[in-house]
């Protein structure tokens, strides 16, 4: 899941010291506000003019904009001007992932579900 031939043996803790934690942590963070998952959101079915993006997501275009330049500062989407207009789309797939990520994890919340292994920890400490 990592980058480089050392990525696959090292440690989530091992990769988050190389990379730093802070710049782990303002990814994150950028995820921690319901504007920005909501025009992340909006930008996984596919690139969007900001104009577009800001009915779609039902916010002011001034406020929309500030999201978007938060966003793309932190290398979570892209902008590219087309004409009179900038057309966002999310950075990677990377980008994707960690929001179905959160996703997936709190509908398993809601619903009470743990994965298997987590389950078969849970038995263990349990004994």
Known sequence: ???GPDAQTATARERLE???AADV???LQALATPSRLRILARLQEGP???TELADAVGMEQSACSHQLRLL????LVTGERR????IYALYDNHVAELLEQALYH???L???LRDASATAIAAAEAH
């Open 48 to 50: 969007c003019a900001a």
């Open 72 to 75: 793309r500062n932190l290398g």
């Open 106 to 108: 709190v509908e398993h």
């Open 1 to 3: 899941m990592g980058h």
């Open 110 to 112: 809601r619903l009470g």
């Open 18 to 20: 190389t990379v730093g």
């Open 83 to 86: 004409g009179r207009s900038v």
């Open 25 to 27: 942590a303002a990814t």
